[in-house]
């Protein structure tokens, strides 16, 4: 592989949020190879005009001000985000996409109409091991797991990106941390960023993604790999000591990843319960139909829709359902009345 010499020195470069578990002490060169770069790697990108995107997710979890110049470790990746940015892990050209902020960059295929232009990168090159190895954020993978009988596994999904997923994940996360349980927070699918994680952690919950898994996003990626990454986290998350997992799938149930873990996956036959979060009324109707025709039912409703009583009122009444707002999800006794069924069937499977 040819390599290009004069790798700046790690300490002068923009480390994406993306890129955190990558030992820096193990970089040696640049490739210039980037038509045969994969998601994953690590590009070197230089700034050329800021758009959309004019703050990057920083490795140590903060915002940093880009400007024209600055040089930036990225990691290239698929993006879905039907708020944002659809695009592609490519790099087919002198210019590249920043698709998000959390550190992806790639080709952007679609855009939302609010959107500005992404902001526009000149990637330099694929960041090199001494062995003259591409490195990959796969390369830095939390080991393999497998999660033990005992632990209790929520999944938290939504109507759409945007309803209250993570709000509700963590609501009840914290909840269930007042109650006395060990709680773990995990998202399992999405784009590599600090906000969800962070979340997890202001809620009082550690907490891991996907990126500890070696995906700098799961869009596109397989249903196995998947599946592996949130065995990997979920069990680390067990080893570690917690007794329950909440588990955030990302975007909505027509999205392709979620979809395919709903219709059939070792993600739902783990999953001892499902939280729901919509934006509506109506998204709580559409949703909880959804899940209906893939023979699951939620324990519960949050989201956006518990902002507004009218709405709230609308939605329990079609639906049938219990809904709880963030300040009742994150109540001790609340949490504890939610999860009490679903311990028990957790109980049940380890006996």
């Known amino acids: 592989m040819s390599v290009l010499t004069g790798l700046p020195s790690a300490d002068t470069l923009k480390w994406s949020f993306t890129t955190r578990r990558v030992a820096r002490s193990a970089l040696a060169g640049l490739s210039p190879d980037l038509d045969s770069a994969v998601s994953g790697d690590l590009v070197l990108c230089r700034v050329v005009e800021l758009g959309q995107h004019r703050k990057l997710q920083l490795a140590d979890r903060r915002m940093s001000e880009m400007y024209p110049g600055d040089l930036m470790v990225l990691c290239l990746g698929d993006r879905y985000a039907p708020d944002q940015f659809e695009g592609r892990a490519i790099l087919d050209g002198p210019r590249a996409d920043l698709l998000a902020g959390g550190g992806i960059v790639g080709r952007m295929e679609r855009a939302h109409s609010k959107m500005l232009q992404p902001t526009q990168l000149e990637p330099i090159g694929i960041l090199t091991s001494a062995a003259d190895e591409r490195v990959n954020v796969a390369d830095y993978a939390l080991p393999a797991s497998t999660i033990p009988d005992h632990v209790t596994v929520i999944g938290v999904f939504g109507a759409s990106m945007n309803s209250g997923k993570t709000t509700a994940a963590v609501s009840i996360a914290h909840g269930l941390a007042a109650a006395g349980y060990r709680v773990a927070g995990v998202k399992a699918t999405g784009t590599g960023a600090f906000g969800d994680f962070n979340a997890f952690e202001d809620a009082g919950v550690p907490a891991t993604d996907f990126t500890d898994a070696g ?112 300040n009742e999800l994150a109540s001790a006794e609340v949490a504890r009345m939610l999860i009490a069924g679903l311990v028990r069937n957790a109980s049940y499977r380890a006996a």
């Not at 919509?278 to 956006?304: C, H, K, N, Q, W």
């Open 215 to 326: 995906m700098p996003t799961t869009y596109r990626m397989p249903l196995s790999r998947i599946e592996a990454g949130f065995e990997t986290l979920v069990g680390n998350a067990a080893a570690g000591g917690a007794e329950i997992v909440v588990v955030e799938i990302a975007d909505g149930v027509f999205q392709a990843e979620t979809a395919a873990i709903l219709r059939g996956s070792r993600i739902r036959s783990r999953l001892d319960g499902i939280l729901f979060a919509a934006p509506d009324a109506l998204g709580a109707l559409g949703g909880t139909e959804v899940l209906r025709a893939y023979g699951l039912r939620p324990f519960a409703i949050s989201g956006m829709v518990t902002c507004s009583p009218l709405a709230q009122a609308e939605a329990v009444g079609a639906t049938g359902i219990a809904h709880y707002s963030r």
